[in-house]
């Protein structure tokens, strides 16, 4: 936990949360919930909103199979500020059929991005990814066992050249890709 200096109230908080679902029918449901409160009136969109409410409550759900491909998605907009906000929706529908994995980010740019999307949606997207990748048993794991793990290599705990793979995928220790 960081230390604090003085005694403070945040004047603004954002919450978001990713959980992941494994489904009956073999699929899995991938959800993420952001809320934005402010600790301090706030109007905008003709609405004046009070301490403590919430200015976004947004949800997303995405259903994906076990090659991570996205087979279905719902979006829910709780609480927004401005009554355009749910334009947003039927346009996360282009996301179906597109694979979570390598380019995401570029994914939801090409059909999100700008005026054809919602910032709060869109960062929403860029990280539940992670949550799929820790939701879906085994997924991380390549069916080639000469192969690493997607995630080696992919941050500093998960160096080739460290002690973490060097104990737990010694065979992958100073592995250079072809």
């Not at 919930?33 to 995405?62: C, E, I, S």
């Not at 996301?95 to 991005?113: P, S, T, Y």
Request: proline share 7%; aromatic share 10%; hydrophobic share 35%.
């Amino acid at each position: 936990m960081l230390s604090t200096p003085t005694t403070r109230t945040p004047l603004h908080t954002r919450e978001i949360t990713f959980s992941g679902y494994a489904r009956e029918d073999g699929l899995w449901d991938i959800e993420a919930h952001l809320k934005d409160t402010k600790a301090y009136p706030f109007t905008t969109g003709g609405v004046t909103w009070a301490p403590g409410d919430a200015v976004h409550d947004m949800w997303l759900r995405l259903t994906l199979n076990s090659e991570f491909i996205i087979q279905a998605i719902e979006v829910s907009m709780d609480k927004h500020p401005h009554p355009e906000c749910p334009q947003v929706i039927p346009p996360m529908d282009a996301l179906i059929g597109a694979r979570l994995g390598k380019g995401w980010r570029k994914v939801i740019d090409l059909h999100l991005g700008g005026l054809k999307g919602c910032t709060h949606l869109r960062e929403l997207l860029a990280n539940i990814g992670t949550a799929a990748y820790q939701s879906i048993p085994g997924a991380l794991l390549d069916k080639d066992e000469n192969k690493p793990p997607l995630y080696l290599g992919q941050c500093k705990a998960w160096d080739f050249n460290g002690t973490a793979v060097m104990r737990h995928f010694p065979k992958f220790y100073k592995w250079k890709s072809e």
